[in-house]
């Protein structure tokens, strides 16, 4: 992909930069996405982005050139309401950040980035999540500095948000049995209590499913389970999809003796831990079971036997593992165009956000 041939916006001593919606532009990007990775960070591929969108966002991304070389890849969406661009851009960088960098680069490929974004037509303001010690906080501080843009930011704490935004770290032990001993007597007794008559029922841990084995399983497994809503069936689909385009896929299950599936966990790995990113279960047929504690127990001692440090669980968790898991710190940025008549309109919605329905209101608060 020339870039030369693409470049539509500003730039200063040999910094250029693009911004890209079609996904067939974006996808030739995964040559450059791996040059500037420096470890193996699934999140951060071009097909784990493209993977990770669904109904009701466009892909925004923006590419940073150096002296016609690209430097920088920042991944972000735009919100579409009933087929309407909204004209903010949002991304979410609490795990893995949002711009992949050379790091030399790494401060002026941001600035220049969300100048691009800014810039492009239809594109009014950026709504972003990153880590309070992570590299793109230092880089909107520097860029607000330099007054460029319209910005604010504010801490954020796990709890402002509903149960399937924050993602949950677990920590995990040098052996099992040192995990259990973390844990509360009633959490641990549950653990091993489940687990023990889960195996005496002669039932199995499946420690490696292909991807079309999790998609069949995630199929039969779908009228049993109880996530029926269409939206959470939505969001399993979002994440069969984002498990599939990973780099390192992790699958694993829970099989009857006769063969059939009770649960499967679907997720990826990444540097010094994994990602569970969703769980089904049969709760329908064997609800006083607890697969989803056997389930886990089993991934848990799987991935420690691995080496691996961390389980991270995307969107968060309940009871029982949530009284065990930590927050990463996560600063809320709001980047903005310094025009007065975009001024005026977040003044307004401002006054009458309040009152729309739901869908609008969340779009609302983005803007205000």
Request: proline content about 4%; aromatic content about 10%; overall charge positive.
């Amino acid at each position: 992909m020339r870039l030369a041939d693409r470049r539509t916006s500003l730039g200063a001593n040999g910094y250029s930069a693009v911004v890209l919606s079609s996904q067939s532009e974006i996808r030739q990007l995964s040559d450059v996405a791996s040059r500037l990775m420096r470890q193996e960070e699934p999140t951060l591929a071009t097909e784990f982005f493209l993977a990770s969108l669904y109904k009701g966002w466009r892909p925004r991304v923006v590419v940073v050139s150096y002296d016609r070389e690209a430097v920088g890849i920042m991944y972000t969406k735009e919100r579409i309401i009933y087929g309407i661009p909204t004209g903010m851009v949002y991304a979410d960088g609490a795990l893995s950040g949002i711009l992949l960098a050379n790091p030399l680069h790494h401060q002026k490929a941001f600035s220049l980035a969300v100048e691009a974004l800014l810039a492009s037509p239809g594109i009014h303001g950026v709504r972003l999540r990153v880590a309070r010690a992570g590299e793109e906080h230092k880089a909107v501080r520097q860029l607000s500095a330099s007054r460029s843009v319209h910005s604010h930011d504010s801490s954020i704490e796990y709890q402002d948000f509903p149960l399937g935004e924050a993602h949950a770290h677990l920590p995990l032990a040098h052996s099992y049995d040192q995990f259990l001993a973390g844990l509360g007597y009633t959490t641990r007794h549950n653990f091993r209590y489940y687990r023990r008559r889960f195996e005496a029922s002669g039932h199995r841990f499946v420690e490696h499913l292909s991807i079309d084995e999790l998609r069949r399983a995630e199929l039969d497994l779908r009228p049993k389970s109880k996530f029926t809503a269409r939206w959470q069936q939505r969001k399993i689909g979002k994440g069969l999809n984002m498990v599939a385009a990973a780099s390192q896929p992790l699958a694993v299950g829970l099989k009857h003796l006769n063969g059939e599936w009770l649960g499967v966990i679907g997720g990826w790995y990444r540097p010094g831990g994994a990602v569970l990113c969703f769980q089904c279960n049969n709760e329908r047929d064997f609800g006083p079971d607890s697969l989803s504690v056997v389930l886990r127990a089993y991934l848990i001692e799987f991935l420690i036997r691995q080496g691996l440090e961390e389980l991270v669980i995307w969107h968060g968790t309940r009871p029982p593992l949530s009284r065990y898991v930590s927050y990463v710190p996560v600063i809320g940025v709001r980047l903005d165009q310094l025009t007065y008549s975009w001024r005026a309109i977040r003044w307004l919605v401002s006054m009458v956000g309040p009152r729309l329905p739901r869908r609008f209101a969340d779009t609302a608060r983005w803007i205000a």
